[in-house]
């Protein structure tokens, strides 16, 4: 059943082309979406994409990205074959049974060596909101593991924490509706261009928009006012905010009185963040500040659509704190414009309880991450193989994700998987992490496959799609085909209820009174339920006072700060002086680029043509003081390691502070960061501010 496309339909004046409707998910994570496609499918390969006109975000539009699907997918090193590693280290094709033979040998010893929570299973932006990922949690109860990461781990889970905390849920900017937004540490010019477009109509409706970016990117330029601020100052620049919101009377008093708890402490607490301060911290000027302040609490309704970069810092977990408390003091909390609730669709849940014997890695160092996601910290994971603290993981199996490109301190990381028992990596490709496993198996895409898709995240709209399998799976597996067949290996088949993709999804879709055809039959998805306002007015906020926690008891009794509080980048000219005389340069990393996703894509020539190498920005006058021309080879160093990439001089940065990209097998940045010191409540690394330094390569000495 799950094989036919309902979507599909025959090219006019093309007898032999089928076009199959879809959507692209490549963006898909803490803020892209995804965009409508038509695929067009000759003899069961797909030649060409198109934008899908009508689709409800993107209206037609495709990135190049979107565009080179089929390079992707026909791409002639994709993974075909599951692979064992032989003695001497090089890959060997093998069948299917005999993977599942292999891999099904060495998940029982290692639970019988170890116990069950020595096998850690990570899975990585490629399964965020897919379908099979809950049953890959699934299989981790089953087995007796706690140690199920994702890239929540470094990706979405601080901003869903600070503002359950907070305010009981994550809110999102009702972006069409408001009439002042502020990009925060977000950029979607680059990380999903459709959301440019309902700016664009926002600001020809009069809205404003702030930027709060240390780069003076288009969008920046564009805006009404910039606050460049320096990488890692969030948290003090939301507090001077409201310091001029709370001095100048600016909140909405009413709100606060009726539905906050701590706005007392608060309104002593921010006196320590005067704008004449905060501007000594973050280098935006009092003035911008206090701009910014009053365009923001004077423009109701306002909303933060705060991006990934004030989640990647030591300090990230409490900028998000400030931000969620910025909305709910203004009285922008669940009003159209504003920060809305959208719930997202009730699917069956697929997780059975099962207790296990050990905690989860992480667990009893970000007890409050784990309370919330249920999840195992992967930032830990390698620390765990090394030292065997907590207890040893002795076996991993990564999916969706190339932690070698991708984790803070890839050479711990390196070093760390190769001393495991056994690696199993499940991709379309051999990555650079897939190449350290001991067994490979070669993964369906999107296409390939049945998927829910859902928009409830982005902009609050409560859209259900599917997306139906266009193209065969031939040769290779389905992750949830996967999952299924390794737990039925391993005896645990009676409790992965759906036999079928289509019947996991007619499943998922019960509560919702709608069944796989159904919701084929809506290209452009189907509105799971209306739009409402104002619910606290009946139900109060999902918080344990039923209220907005500006001062977090919860937090307070974790031990952590109960309300909003600034503190120095773990690494900084201010707050490790001993390490910035060595290393004067803030470095911040992974900015998105519209031409890759992550780590992917190297391998394949359009991609290449369009963005040949990797580049470290840095400012056009520092580089003129340092003999440094466009173009020159330079390595970059910090206390973990080296790299060496050619520099882009740029006005858009400080002179002080230095971008380099992520995902570059040939000059990997996360070699440069760290995995020591992390965020205190979450364990999120600090990818976005950090201390390097910079030489010129003398290559006639090398
Ligand atoms: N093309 C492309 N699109 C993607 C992805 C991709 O890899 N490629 N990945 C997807 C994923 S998983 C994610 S999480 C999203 C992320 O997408 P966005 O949330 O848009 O994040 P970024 O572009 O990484 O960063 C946004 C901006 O933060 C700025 N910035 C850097 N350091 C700081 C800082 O300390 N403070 C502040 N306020 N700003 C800072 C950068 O200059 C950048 O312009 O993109 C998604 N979309
Ligand atoms: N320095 C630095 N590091 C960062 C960041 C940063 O800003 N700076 N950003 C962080 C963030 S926000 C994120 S979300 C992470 C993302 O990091 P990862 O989760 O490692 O994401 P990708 O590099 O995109 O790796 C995804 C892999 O999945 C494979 N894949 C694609 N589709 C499928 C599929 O359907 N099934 C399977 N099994 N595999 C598939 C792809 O080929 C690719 O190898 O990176 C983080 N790392
Ligand atoms: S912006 Fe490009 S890569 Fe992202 S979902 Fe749309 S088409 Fe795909
Ligand atoms: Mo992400």
Known sequence: MGDNNWQVKLCEGMPEVKLAQSVCDMCNGNCGGSCGINLFIKKDMLIKTSGRQGHPLSHGYICAKGRLIPEILNAPDRLRHPLKKDGKGRFREISWDEAFSLITRQLKDIKAKYGAESLAVHVGHAGVRKEFTPYVELFCRLFGTPNFSTSGSHCY??????????????????????????????????????VKRIINEARKK???????DPRATSTARESDLHLQLRPGTDTALALGLLNVIIGENLYDREFVDKWAIGFGELLQHIRQYPPEEVAKITWVPADKIRKAARMYASCKPASIASGIAPELLTNGFQAERAMSVLQAITGNLDIPGGAIFTPPPKLSPVLVETATEKPAIGKEEFP????????????????????????????????????????????????????????????????????????????????????????????????????????????????????????????????????????????????LGLDFEQLAECPNGYIYQEKQ??????????????????????????????????????????????????????????????????????????FRKRAYEP????????????????????????????????????????????????????????????????????????????????????????
């Open 368 to 511: 409050l991450f784990h309370k919330y996601t249920n999840r195992a910290q992967a930032n830990l994971y390698p620390r765990a193989i090394l030292e065997g603290r907590p207890y040893p993981i002795k076996g991993l199996i990564v999916v969706g994700s190339n932690p070698v490109l991708t984790w803070p301190d890839a050479g711990k990381v390196k070093r760390a998987l190769g001393k495991l028992e056994f690696l199993a990596v499940m991709d379309l490709f051999l990555t650079e992490t897939a190449k350290l496993a001991d067994l490979v198996l070669p993964a369906a895409t999107f296409w390939e496959r049945d998927e829910i898709w859902d928009h409830s995240y982005i902009i609050g709209d409560p859209r259900l799609g599917m997306a139906q399998k266009a193209l065969p799976v031939g040769d290779v597996m389905t992750d949830w085909a996967f999952w299924r067949e390794l737990a039925t290996r391993l005896g645990y088949g009676h409790e992965f209820p759906p036999k079928t993709e289509y019947e996991a999804i007619n499943f998922r879709l019960k509560p």
């Open 615 to 702: 580049l470290v920005e840095m400012n056009r006058k520092t580089a003129e003081k340092l003999k440094i021309k466009d173009g020159e080879l330079l390595a970059v160093e910090s206390l973990r390691g080296r790299i060496e990439l050619k520099a882009k001089l740029t006005e858009e940065l400080h002179p002080q502070v230095i971008y380099v990209p992520h995902g570059w097998a040939e000059a990997n940045v996360n070699l440069l960061t760290d995995d020591t010191v992390l965020d205190p409540v979450t364990g999120f690394p600090a990818f976005r501010a950090l201390l390097a330094r910079v030489r010129k390569i003398n290559l006639s000495h090398p």
């Open 533 to 606: 306002y104002k619910k606290y007015e009946e139900e109060g906020f999902n918080t344990p006072s039923g209220k907005v926690e500006i001062y977090s008891k919860q937090l307070e009794n974790h031990g952590y700060y109960p309300l909003p509080t600034y503190h120095e980048p773990g690494e900084s000219p201010w707050s490790t002086p001993e390490i910035a005389r060595d290393y004067p340069f803030i470095l911040s990393t992974g900015a998105r680029a519209l031409s890759y996703i992550h780590s992917r894509y190297r391998n394949l020539p359009s």
């Open 206 to 212: 009069g809205a404003g928009l702030i930027v709060v």
């Open 157 to 194: 889970l601080s901003k869903l924490i600070a503002n359950e905390i907070t305010c009981g849920g994550l809110p999102v900017p009702d972006l069409p509706n408001s009439k002042c937004i502020i990009f925060w540490g977000y950029n979607p010019k680059e990380s999903y261009p459709p």
